[in-house]
């Protein structure tokens, strides 16, 4: 009697300890977002923002936009500045991530995302600065939750090769490994990758569902290719420069528009400094394929937005308000300079900047029973030769538990 009461007791032991492991290990849903377990978001009223944003602590409003900026810098990172990267999360549920540079999943991952709801990026052209992080979203994501393929829209090139539909195919191809390595674990679908490339000379809508529509336009930078996009979803607008000379198709899409982030690069001088060019490669680099802080004034000054964002420069202290002080030779307007984590909180009747604290331990929210459920193939018993697992010491690692 004993005996068995002991085993009763060890089994509702066992069943304590166990339990809560696995509830932690997912999302709690609220209003039908997901959020990391134990966090009870809030309605943020009479924009009375906390001064700080803590990522799943805040409801969007219906009827709010809210952007966080993910990358600010250059090719050549720095651990303050990933390369380009815009998160934009609508009020109907929706989100958009435009640019991918490389480094800037660091801070993505920083804002504990719901992952499944990562599915659609929007490159404004092919340098790694802006998309050099497509490959660790697209495996990062699927082991973190999302359960559909990632969609990648992005220009096309001079020749095919040169497109972002050349682009994606070989990324998918580089990874072969690790998707094959993958498959049968994680759901089939989220190891997709789909290519959306559209003509990037002309002005064209190039999403539309869901009452949010995205529009791309050409861009001047140093080779055929590269865009800018307009987002607009229930009056209230988004524009989002790449990398771009100033250009006459940027100032009419831009017009009026309630967020416009243009890249503003270093002066020829800064860009001496810093990257030890000579003067004549710093000019061309800074004020002929770039758009150095004065030319940023003046773009906001025609377009005349309700917030002007600026970035593509790293917020050295010596450096940044230098840049500055430049562009306010120019413009006089509503101005940010953002920086990695900056996050910009939009309505009709008010526009809230603050910066983002995360944790720098911050663990993935887990994965949502969609994603469970999901279909996958088959596990395969083995994708290695017998003579290799043959090798392996079984008995080193405990026995699978009885299910
Ligand atoms: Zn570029
Ligand atoms: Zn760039």
């Keep these: 009697m004993k005996t068995h009461s002991l085993k009763y007791l060890t089994v509702i032991v066992c069943l304590l300890l166990s339990g809560p492991a696995l509830v932690n290990a997912k999302p709690d849903k609220v209003d039908g977002e997901n959020y990391p377990?134990?966090?009870?978001?809030?309605?943020?009223?009479?924009?009375n923002y906390p001064r700080s944003y803590?990522?799943?602590?805040?409801?969007?409003?219906?009827?709010?936009?809210?952007?966080?900026?993910?990358?600010?810098?250059?090719?050549?990172?720095?651990?303050?500045?990933?390369?380009?990267?815009?998160?934009?999360?609508?009020?109907?549920?929706?989100?958009?991530?435009f640019d991918l540079g490389s480094g800037s999943t660091d801070n993505l991952a920083g804002i504990q995302p719901d992952y499944s709801k990562l599915n659609k990026v929007f490159a404004s052209h092919l340098h790694t600065d802006h998309i050099g992080d497509l490959a660790s979203l697209w495996i990062a994501g699927w082991i973190g939750g999302r359960y559909l393929p990632l969609e990648v829209w992005g220009p096309s090139g001079a020749t095919p090769e040169l497109g972002t539909a050349s682009m994606v195919n070989h990324i998918e191809k580089a990874w072969a490994w690790d998707v094959t390595a993958r498959s049968g674990i994680l759901p089939d679908a989220g190891g997709k990758l789909i290519s959306h490339e559209f003509d990037f000379s002309k002005t064209a809508v190039i999403y539309a569902k869901n009452d949010v529509e995205i529009t791309a336009f050409p861009a001047i930078h140093n080779m055929d290719s590269a865009v800018s996009y307009r987002l607009d979803w229930n009056g209230l607008s988004f524009v989002f420069g790449g990398d771009s000379f100033p250009n006459q198709w940027f100032l009419k899409n831009?017009?009026?528009?309630?967020v416009v982030v243009h890249e503003c690069f270093f002066t020829p001088e800064q860009w001496m400094k810093i990257a030890g060019f000579p003067y004549k490669q710093a000019y061309w680099v800074t004020s002929k394929i770039h758009t150095p802080p004065e030319g940023f004034g003046k773009i906001m000054s025609a377009v005349e937005p309700r917030m002007a964002v600026a970035y593509h420069y790293w917020n050295h202290r010596d450096i940044e308000f230098e840049i500055f002080e430049k562009v306010r030779k120019t413009y006089d307007g509503p101005l940010t300079m953002a920086n990695d984590l900056t996050v910009i909180n939009v309505t009709k009747d008010h526009i809230e900047v603050r910066e983002a604290t995360i944790n720098q331990e911050a663990w993935a929210q887990g994965t949502a029973k969609e994603w469970d459920n999901a279909p996958r193939s088959e596990t395969k018993d083995s994708l290695m030769s017998d003579w290799l697992i043959k090798g392996g010491i079984s008995d080193f690692v405990p026995p699978p538990r009885p299910q």
């Design 254 to 258: 831009a017009k009026g528009a309630d």
């Design 54 to 97: 803590f990522p799943n602590t805040e409801k969007l409003g219906e009827n709010e936009m809210r952007i966080i900026a993910l990358g600010t810098g250059m090719p050549t990172q720095t651990p303050n500045n990933k390369s380009a990267a815009f998160l934009v999360e609508l009020g109907n549920g929706d989100s958009f991530l």
């Design 37 to 47: 377990s134990g966090r009870v978001p809030q309605e943020i009223k009479n924009n």
